[in-house]
């Protein structure tokens, strides 16, 4: 078994190329992104459920595109070239975002736009703006396959600076809820217990943890 190693400052989240968790579940969005500049129109939006990877992969785009991130309340109108606006469910400013998908379309031009929901579902008033939202490409995000969620919290326990017994990614990926942010979750809880009882990160409080939740107790009770 691998020997546990912990530390007890927590690492940044990477948006390197190298560290996103690449799979199935993710596959046709990767592809769609990489289709740039062809897309239809010059844009393209990038669905998922939080924790999926769509910052990761957005921000992998404008770096090969060269595009700028644009808050979605507003922003520069003056700069001609790629775009990036995220967390379009959250609100934007709608005069804002007709005018960045009518420049998308010129040459050295393109924006991606990023949401948990389908652009059909975002609350618009501007007629013009509800037309050009319905007609945009949409690449979605599935939530993690296997090869996925494996990735993600091995990227998690690095994360903590936690080194897992060998058994317990395996166990985790075929018993807990199929998100990110479950992930996390759990990995902080397993940090919190192991750090306060003195005990590794094996199979054995993996699996105390797992039952103890489900059944609404508190291991530090």
Same mark, same amino acid.
């Given at each position: 078994?691998?020997?546990?190693?912990?530390?007890?400052? /927590?690492?940044?989240? #990477?948006? $390197? /190329? +190298?560290?996103?968790?690449?799979?199935? #579940?993710?596959?046709?969005?990767?592809?769609?992104?990489?289709?740039?500049?062809?897309?239809?129109?010059?844009?393209?939006? %990038?669905?998922?459920?939080?924790?999926? !990877?769509?910052?990761?992969?957005?921000?992998?785009?404008?770096? =090969?595109? !060269?595009?700028?991130?644009?808050?979605?309340?507003?922003? +520069?109108?003056?700069?001609?070239?790629?775009?990036?606006?995220?967390? %379009? +469910?959250?609100?934007? $400013?709608?005069?804002?975002?007709?005018?960045?998908?009518?420049?998308?379309?010129?040459? !050295?031009?393109? %924006?991606?736009?990023?949401?948990?929901?389908?652009?059909?579902?975002?609350?618009? =008033?501007?007629? +013009?703006?509800? #037309?050009?939202?319905?007609?945009?490409?949409?690449?979605?995000?599935?939530?993690?396959?296997?090869?996925? %969620?494996?990735?993600?919290?091995?990227?998690?326990?690095?994360?903590?600076?936690?080194?897992?017994?060998?058994?317990?990614?395996?166990?985790?990926?075929?018993?807990?809820?199929? #998100?990110?942010?479950?992930?996390?979750?759990?990995?902080?809880?397993?940090?919190?217990?192991?750090?306060?009882?003195?005990?590794?990160?094996?199979?054995?409080?993996?699996?105390?943890?797992?039952?103890?939740?489900?059944?609404?107790?508190?291991?530090?009770?």
């Amino acid at each position: 078994m691998a020997r546990q190693l912990r530390l007890k400052l /927590r690492r940044p989240p #990477s948006y $390197d /190329r +190298d560290d996103f968790a690449a799979g199935p #579940s993710n596959a046709a969005a990767r592809g769609a992104l990489a289709a740039w500049p062809a897309w239809h129109g010059g844009v393209l939006v %990038l669905v998922g459920p939080e924790g999926v !990877g769509k910052t990761h992969l957005a921000r992998l785009w404008a770096e =090969t595109a !060269g595009a700028r991130e644009l808050p979605p309340q507003g922003g +520069d109108l003056a700069h001609p070239g790629p775009a990036l606006i995220e967390d %379009l +469910d959250q609100g934007f $400013d709608e005069e804002f975002l007709f005018h960045r998908i009518n420049m998308a379309a010129r040459p !050295g031009g393109g %924006l991606l736009l990023s949401a948990r929901t389908l652009p059909s579902a975002w609350p618009v =008033t501007l007629g +013009d703006l509800r #037309s050009r939202l319905n007609a945009l490409p949409v690449a979605e995000i599935e939530p993690p396959d296997d090869e996925v %969620l494996e990735a993600v919290l091995r990227r998690l326990f690095a994360r903590c600076n936690i080194t897992p017994y060998d058994d317990v990614i395996p166990y985790l990926v075929k018993r807990i809820e199929r #998100s990110a942010p479950a992930a996390w979750a759990l990995v902080q809880r397993l940090d919190a217990v192991s750090g306060e009882t003195h005990r590794p990160v094996s199979r054995v409080l993996a699996r105390q943890i797992l039952e103890d939740e489900t059944e609404n107790l508190d291991l530090f009770e």
